[in-house]
Each structure stands twice: as C-alpha cells, then as structure tokens.
C-alpha cells in the first residue's frame, strides 16, 4: 500500500537528521541573507526620507555605514547560504542514491519482478534527483520564510499592531494562500507528469537499448512512434505546469503589491511620514522569501510522488532474507555441491522448472550439465547462487545446507560466467577488477592473460585504459567473454560456474579458452553448463557428465 504524503514526508526528513547541523546553518545564514535585505532597504529608504528634510550629516552618519554593511553583508550571506546548502544536499543526494542501491541489489533478480532497466534508471536518477529539489526548494526555503515572517512581524508591530497585522495577512496569503493553491494544482497534476516522464524515459532507454537488435532483425532504427507519442503527452502535461505557473506568478505579484499598499494605507495616519518608504520597501523585501513557497509547494509535491518511487522498490522484501542469527562468515568443510530433491517454479502458478533435481558434484571435481536451450539450466545456478528461494528439497554446499550461509557468503565462494556479461563504461582494467577490488594492475594483467585476453586488450589504443563503452559496446561478443572469464579467474573463487562459457567464440579460441580453464582451476570445483559439448580433450576427461532436462529426477 503506498505511503501517504505526510509518511513519505516523515520518511525523507529522517534521511536528511544526521545532516541537521549543515542544514541548521543553511537556514541561519539563509535569514541572515534576507534580513540584511530588509535591513538595506528599509535603511536605505528611511535616509533618503530623512535627507529630504536636510538634517546634518552626522544624523546621517549611522545610516550610511548601515547601508553599506547591509549591502555587503547580503552578498556574503547569500554566497555562504549557497554554499552550504549544494553541500548539503550533494551529500543528501549522495547517501539517498547509495541506499537505494543497497535496497535494490539484494532484490536483483527474483525481488525486481517485471521492472525493466529503463524504469530502475528513472527512479535512481531523475527521482532522486527530484529529492534533491524537497530540500533545496521546499523544506530549506520554508524554514527561512518562517522565520522571516515572524521577525519581519515583530519589526512591524514595533511601529504599530494594525500595520503588523495587515503585514501578517498579506504574508499568510502569500506564504499558505499561494501555496496551498500550487499543492491542490499538483495533487491533481503532479502524479500523471511523474508518471509520463517516467514512462517516456523508459520507453527512451528500451529504444537505445534495442535500437542494435532492431537494425539485425529489419525493424531499422526500432519503433519511434510510440517514443514521440510518450513525448507529446509529457509535453501535454509540461505545458499544463506552465500555464498554471504562469497564473501562480501574477498571483505572486499581486499579493507582494497589495501588501505595499495596504502596509502604507494604515501607516499613513500612524507613523511619522518618514518612516513610511521604510515600511513600504520593508514589506516588499520581506516577501522575497515568501513567494517562493508557492514553487516549494509544488517541488513538494513532485518530490514526494518521486519518493513514493523510490520507497516502492526500497520497501520490498528480498526473495532470500539473511539470516541475523548466524555468524557472518561459515567456512565450509570442503566445496562439494549435492542437490536433492530440488524443486522449483518462478511463479505460484507455474509448471515446475526444476522438479525432483538430484545431483552430486564431489569437492574439487568437474561436472558438466547439458541440455536443451530452456531447460533449466541456469536456473540451477541462479538457485545455487541464492537468487531464488527453489520450493523444495535441499541444497548442501559442503556437507551443510545452503540455508545456513549468508548469500553475500555463498557469492564470495563462486565465481560465474553467465550467458550475459555486463560490462561498464569504463576501463577494460576497472571492468576486470570488479572481481576483486584490491587486485593490483600486475593481477589483473596475469588473469587477462590466462583468459587468452591480453594480446587483443594491449592491441588497443589505451591497452588495459580502453573505454569499453555502455554495455561493452565497443567489444565484440568473444572478447566480452574473454573479460568475464578473467574477472573469474582473478576472484580465485573455490567453485567455479561456467553457463555456455565459448558460446560466442571461435574454435580455435574456444580451445585454448577450455585449455586455460582447466590450467587455472586445478583442485576447484567446477560446474560446467551447455546446451552442447564441444569435442576437446579437456573435456573428454571430465570425471562426470550429467544430462538434465527440466523434468527429470
């Protein structure tokens, strides 16, 4: 059930308490900022009242020096507030985009559901780059305007309590009218302009993604129809917001003007007449804080509907929960793998994929399993992995049920090539080091160089400093391979998983890949998975063969 908005609401503001202090002296020298704004204006139009009457100068004196240092002490306070506050929510941003990533990684992959890579993308970036806005637009310029009205009050009620009191009106009107105005505009509003820009972006991400498939397969540059119609109804929803902002801007206008005049109104028969410029001007600097609310209001709004976001993929429960009552690290009595009687299905109401799997695997052994594409090959290994909770039965990794490790412990322990390698954009070093982040360059090169990758990765301009492009884009399908078989052998895990390891290779580096694999992982244990065995001596001598289709015990 999705959050209210006052939840969500409570939810960001305890994110952002252990920043309290930077936040505090954001809105301290944020007042500080606009009182030295009143404080130039009301100084500045009381001595040029005051000069009119030709006083001497040195009842001028005090007045001058106070401008000076109010229009210094403005620059500075405003250049230090904004200081403070990017800071500060830099590192918001920061901390909100590192816990969403640990929310997310223990759900990948059973955790996800159907969420595509295009929606997981708009949520950690343009969602939370919508929380950025709750604080620097919203709850920082609230606080500052709060605070203003009540000092800017108080300024006022010193001269008289009928000016204070209509200076007050007109700052409720400006500071909760105009708001509450922008936050019913953005109930109504603000959900379906999330929703279309989150949609479009998705949609956006697919097209790319898809766009080189869609060239091999005839479909030219994929369907940019249905993206320009995601776009022109964003668009629709866009031109909305900038209409109504547009009304909300001469609403601004006309609360800031009427509060001029309605302050000199009453002040005409209460005060001397020079101080009148004084509270004029006063009134109008003080809403500099003030009519910003009604634009706070509505990043309010957008930010905690992106929020829900966030907090719908934060809130769901792994598929594999840790176990907080075990220790945090088990070490296994040796590396053999049993599967018995092992049973599963990715949905309730599937037909099983694995059904009464039994299989042995001794410690230090190599088993391969065939079987036709479908079958339910890798779904052994993701349950193996713990990606997936199988149904029933058991799964002993060392004579101990799998259960009992933690699945951060299990992964350290397996080391997997799997049909699909992901690469990042960045350096072919970096995207190798992924394994083992303390590896030194001299590691990285040796495991290139056992994965029969060197010689292609030195070939490059950069060598081992080579972008590899978004996705590994700049690599063909064999040297991707290459590189995951390196990130394998570096992790130097106990238990090696090859899924279709030479699936896009050539024969003669397909040998020398099965050659390198076996030299590299003497005394492993290893499980092999294919849909096909390609006739080499290394694998001729394997100890155990297993055919397996997804039915059988």
């Known amino acids: 059930m999705p959050d209210t908005a006052a939840k969500t609401l409570r939810r960001v503001a305890e994110y952002m308490l252990p920043l309290w202090r930077s936040i505090a002296l954001s809105v301290l020298l944020g007042l500080l900022t606009v009182a030295s704004g009143v404080g130039l204006m009301a100084t500045s139009a009381w001595m040029i009242s ?58 990948a992959p059973a955790g996800l559901g159907d ?32 605070l203003t009205a009540i000092l800017v009050t108080l300024l006022f009620g010193a001269f008289d309590p009928v000016i204070a009191l209509v200076m007050l009106v007109f700052l409720f009107a400006g500071g909760v009218g105009l708001p509450l105005f922008a936050w019913l505009r953005e109930l ?40 320009h119609e995601l776009n022109r109804e964003y668009s629709v929803q866009e031109r909305h917001f900038a209409q109504s902002d547009r009304l909300q801007t001469a609403l601004g206008v006309l609360v800031v003007n009427g509060a001029a005049l309605g302050v000199l109104a009453v002040a005409i028969p209460r005060v001397d007449g020079v101080y009148l410029a004084t509270l004029a001007l006063a009134a109008i600097a003080a809403f500099e804080t003030i009519t910003p609310l009604a634009q706070a209001a509505i990043t309010l709004g957008q930010g905690l509907a992106a929020a829900q976001r966030l907090f719908e993929i934060v809130d769901t ?36 994929v694995l059904d009464n799997l039994n299989f042995t695997i001794p410690s230090g052994e190599r088993v391969v399993i065939l079987g036709e594409s479908g079958a339910g090959k890798s779904t052994i290994v993701n349950v193996l992995l713990r990606f997936h909770e199988f149904e029933s039965g058991t799964i002993l990794l060392g004579g101990r049920d799998i259960r009992v490790y933690t699945p951060s412990d299990i992964r350290q322990m397996i080391g997997v090539i799997t049909q699909r390698t992901y690469l990042f954009n960045t350096t072919v070093m970096e995207n190798i080091r992924l394994a083992r982040v303390d590896a030194s360059d001299e590691e ?29 884009a700049l690599l063909s399908g064999g040297e991707r391979q290459r590189i995951a078989l390196a990130r394998v052998l570096l992790k130097n895990a106990p238990i090696v998983i090859l899924d279709e390891p030479t699936a896009n290779l050539d024969a003669i580096t ?44």
Not at 196 to 203: D, G, V
Not at 447 to 453: G, L
Request: hydrophobic share 45%.
């Open 50 to 107: 005051k000069a009119g009457l030709q006083p001497s100068i040195a009842e001028l004196g005090v007045s001058v020096v106070a401008v000076r240092f109010f229009g210094i002490a403005r620059g500075v306070f405003r250049y230090l507030e904004r200081l403070v506050s990017h800071n500060t929510t830099f590192r918001l941003l920061a901390e909100w985009r590192v816990r969403f990533y640990r929310a997310i990684e223990p759900l």
């Open 115 to 146: 969420a595509s890579s295009g929606d997981l993308m708009a949520r950690i970036v343009s969602d939370v780059e919508s929380l950025q806005e709750v604080y620097l637009r919203a709850i920082s310029p609230s606080l500052v305007a709060l």
């Open 188 to 227: 109504y509003f603000g959900p379906a302009l999330i929703a279309h820009r989150a949609a479009f972006h998705i949609s956006l991400v697919d097209h790319i993604q898809g766009m080189a498939d869609g060239l091999v397969y005839g479909n030219g540059i994929g369907r940019p129809g249905a993206l």
């Open 317 to 352: 429960k792994p598929a594999i929960l840790e176990n907080g009552s075990l220790a945090p690290t088990i070490a296994p009595k040796d590396y053999g793998i049993e599967f018995k009687h092992v049973s599963f299905r990715y949905r309730p109401d599937d037909n099983p």
């Open 444 to 472: 990285v090169i040796n495991a290139a160089k056992q994965a029969c990758a060197h010689n292609f990765i030195a070939a490059m301009k950069d060598g081992y400093a080579t972008y590899v492009g978004e996705d590994g």
């Open 510 to 553: 397909e040998q020398s890949i099965w050659q390198s694999i076996f030299d590299a992982t003497p005394g492993r244990t290893v499980l092999i998975v294919a849909h096909r065995l390609p006739k080499t001596e290394q694998l001729n001598s394997l100890i155990h063969l297993t055919r397996y289709s997804a039915h059988s015990g």
